[in-house]
């Protein structure tokens, strides 16, 4: 099956795959209790259209109707019903970001409601430092390689500030990320950026939830090349890891078991090919005396 490809924004940031993803799953619930479509529209007195559209991803689902059609389907896992409740208020509830997503893309709207509700994040960036770890001097380096508006900039390095205090505010979610030794050495020109960003993962790696690991040599990992991923798991034993995949214009979501499957087995790898997260405060020192020798 090929992954989920969004179009490009419309400058209003609806979370598409987040809808597709939960239709696909009560679809999947609804045909394992043996439960037709009339019955189950019937249940919540919906049209005909609309159930189509609940279980195509095109239409929002009110939290009363989601709760009634997992108990009609007999969901009664705690943890599988709170991750699609969790999933679905993100859709139907303003979010902290919904005053920025005229800064972004549809498909990162997408992600920041995964990244919300995941258990764990692992992250695996081969040219830059991760998103979730990055300074506000980095992160404004980096976005404005793409954009020039500062306006549009710092409504962009807000978010990703916004997204990091989740992370070592609330310790949720989990964090595990591996950074390629060239983010730490080549990222960005400005030295004193290079330096406060190495001494923030410096102090980062001592979080807890926070799992760093620098990659020194790709050596035997060819197969990887430039892939940059990340995983997103979720509480919840039906709900599959969502691989993140995103290029300029565009992100893929994979959603399969067989497709994130790679991905959980590459970041294995490359977690063994990684100097040892005990040794990682070491090797950042290393990286921060050199910055401080140029």
């Keep these: 099956m090929r992954p989920s490809i969004l179009s490009s924004s419309d400058g209003k940031g609806r979370p598409s795959h987040v809808h597709e993803l939960l239709g696909r799953r009560l679809t999947s619930f609804r045909k394992a209790a043996g439960i037709d479509r009339p019955t189950a529209q019937k249940h919540i007195s919906a049209s005909?259209?609309?159930?189509?559209?609940?279980?195509?991803?095109?239409?929002?689902?009110?939290?009363?109707?989601?709760?009634?059609?997992?108990?009609?389907?007999?969901?009664?896992?705690?943890?599988?019903?709170?991750?699609?409740?969790?999933?679905?208020?993100?859709?139907?509830?303003?979010?902290?970001?919904?005053?920025?997503?005229?800064?972004?893309?549809?498909?990162?709207?997408?992600?920041?409601?995964?990244?919300?509700?995941?258990?764990?994040?692992?992250?695996?960036?081969?040219?830059?430092?991760?998103?979730?770890?990055?300074?506000?001097?980095?992160?404004?380096?980096?976005?404005?390689?793409?954009?020039?508006?500062?306006?549009?900039?710092?409504?962009?390095?807000e978010v990703r500030r916004r997204r990091q205090d989740m992370v070592f505010k609330t310790g949720a979610p989990k964090l595990w990320a591996i950074v390629d030794l060239g983010a730490l050495t080549d990222g960005v020109d400005d030295l004193g950026i290079m330096r406060e960003q190495i001494e923030f993962l410096i102090r980062a790696a001592g979080f807890p939830g926070v799992c760093i690991q620098v990659l020194q040599s790709r050596s035997g990992l060819c197969t990887l090349r430039n892939d940059s991923f990340s995983i997103l798991r979720f509480n919840s034993t039906n709900l599959a890891d969502v691989v993140y995949l995103e290029n300029l214009e565009s992100a893929h979501f994979l959603d399969g078991l067989d497709q994130a499957e790679p991905y959980r087995v590459a970041m294995s790898r490359i977690g063994n090919a990684a100097d040892a997260p005990e040794d990682t405060v070491k090797t950042l020192e290393e990286a921060l005396r050199r910055i401080e020798d140029r």
């Excluded at 109707?65 to 699609?84: F, I, M, P, W």
């Excluded at 005229?102 to 992600?111: E, G, H, L, N």
């Design 48 to 157: 005909a259209s609309k159930m189509s559209r609940i279980e195509l991803g095109r239409v929002a689902l009110k939290g009363d109707d989601l709760k009634k059609l997992l108990d009609l389907y007999g969901v009664t896992d705690l943890r599988e019903r709170s991750a699609l409740l969790g999933l679905n208020r993100c859709l139907n509830e303003r979010q902290w970001w919904d005053s920025y997503n005229d800064s972004f893309a549809d498909w990162f709207c997408s992600y920041l409601i995964l990244e919300s509700a995941a258990e764990y994040i692992w992250t695996y960036e081969n040219s830059l430092v991760p998103g979730l770890l990055q300074t506000a001097g980095y992160a404004e380096a980096i976005i404005r390689t793409r954009y020039s508006g500062d306006e549009h900039v710092r409504r962009l390095v």
